[in-house]
């Protein structure tokens, strides 16, 4: 069953047909099953998608409808995930073929219907593009807060899930281009807010791991990231072959085909002794995040076919079936060598008189006030399960301000640096 939309517009005497904006394809069941998704985030690496991993994510829709977004390609995902997996409802897939479908009533509709949404591989800026500031940015997160849906991606639909993104907008970057200038045309790192995936603040995703290796530029993101005041940076990335599925518990569980296939995911974060910033990281210079040789602890996670390696999103730290290793940069010259388990403390939940940072809430009006915060850092909110709701700049005298302006309820994390590290507040509304 095919859909076609058309734009139309008027001049005096009549309507003239213009080009298509959106392509539509339904598999299944017509009738809308209304049922409460299970929540979770599938991430695929962007070759042919592994079938439990998929499996995983359809079961997350808890039998009911899914549909597949996509800027490029056709229906394949419908008979694959309606008949050849099964479990679901229905399927369909919307082709944006402008950015006009974004605020078609058709299309929203749809995304407010679906129990999970999965966005199919392509170019990630047509993505960013088309949707972002947009009414169906607007619906899918509504759709994460409101209704815990399941999401994920393969490639391009991987590559938007985390609070930032390599946009690519001007196209792709190699690992050699990055290091060699971090602030290229080509490394368009973004955190403009778009999508808010549980678990995914601060993160930046990268795929085709291993098709060219892309550990260099993965590597670079986070060094802008963390040069630019973010105070804790993190990674996700899957070999082509790979996926990386998060519970709603922040357990991010690895599926591959290891030890036959040599597939990994990999989980990075910025080390945590200070100072842990890069040394060098300007436009036209050659990159320089070294600290030691331990600037990025990342976590190599093979993947099994029933997913059985896992890492905790939740701090970052815990893992199964892994190995850590220490990622750094000297010139522009990447390097990676068997590493522990970062040096971090428990993040900081009670303040330590006359040197922590304090805080003010008003649970009235919804101000927020810290002081005593590392000038330039972050305050940042954070929902419960992780997901990134708003985020203030500390001044140069260390204080910053927030109006709570979300309607979220329950317990809000209000996290920040100080000098004697992270800090986090428990806001209950």
Not at 21 to 28: A, D, E, L, P, R
Not at 181 to 206: E, G, K, W
Not at 376 to 397: C, E, H, K, P, W
Request: net charge negative.
């Amino acid at each position: 069953m095919a859909r076609t939309a058309f734009s139309l517009f008027g001049a005096f005497l009549g309507l003239t047909l213009s080009a298509q904006t959106y392509t539509s394809w339904f598999t299944g069941n017509t009738t809308d099953l209304v049922v409460e998704p299970l929540g979770g985030t599938c991430m695929m690496g962007g070759a042919s998608e592994f079938d439990p991993a998929m499996q995983w994510f359809l079961d997350r829709a808890n039998g009911g409808d899914v549909l597949v977004l996509r800027a490029s390609g056709s229906d394949g995902y419908n008979d694959y995930m309606y008949t050849d997996l099964g479990g679901v409802n229905s399927v369909e897939t919307i082709l944006f073929n402008s950015a006009a479908a974004t605020s078609d009533v058709y299309v929203l509709d749809r995304i407010a219907k679906a129990e999970a949404i999965w966005f199919a591989g392509g170019d990630q800026w047509n993505y960013v593009n088309y949707w972002r500031n947009s009414p169906i940015m607007t619906a899918i997160n509504d759709a994460l807060s409101q209704r815990h849906i399941a999401i994920g991606g393969t490639s391009a639909g991987m590559a938007i899930l985390g609070s930032c993104y390599f946009s690519a907008q001007n196209g792709s970057v190699l690992s050699s281009e990055a290091l060699s200038d971090p602030f290229s045309t080509y490394m368009t790192v973004d955190c403009t807010p778009f999508l808010q995936v549980p678990y995914m603040a601060n993160t930046i995703t990268d795929t085709h791991y291993d098709n060219p290796d892309r550990r260099g530029r993965h590597f670079t993101f986070l060094a802008r990231m963390a040069q630019q005041g973010d105070s804790v940076t993190y990674g996700i990335a899957c070999n082509e072959y790979v996926a990386v599925c998060v519970a709603p518990d922040g357990i991010a569980h690895v599926y591959g085909e290891y030890p036959q296939y040599q597939e990994f995911a990999y989980f990075l974060r910025m080390n945590c002794v200070a100072p842990s910033d890069p040394e060098t990281c300007e436009a036209g210079m050659s990159l320089t995040w070294n600290r030691d040789g331990m600037a990025v602890k990342t976590y190599k996670v093979p993947g099994l076919p029933g997913g059985d390696n896992w890492f905790d999103l939740n701090d970052h730290l815990a893992g199964e079936g892994g190995a850590w290793e220490d990622w750094s940069a000297m010139d522009g010259i990447f390097t990676t060598q068997p590493g522990d388990a970062p040096p971090c403390l428990p993040t900081q939940v009670q303040q330590l008189e006359g040197i922590a940072p304090a805080l003010e809430w008003n649970a009235v009006t919804g101000n927020a006030t810290a002081s005593g915060l590392l000038p330039g850092s972050a305050l940042t909110l954070y929902a419960s399960d992780g997901r990134l709701i708003q985020q203030a700049t500390a001044d140069g005298a260390g204080n910053a301000r927030m109006m709570v302006t979300t309607s979220a309820t329950g317990c809000l994390l209000l996290k920040a640096q100080g000098s004697t590290g992270p800090f986090t507040w428990k806001i209950v509304r």
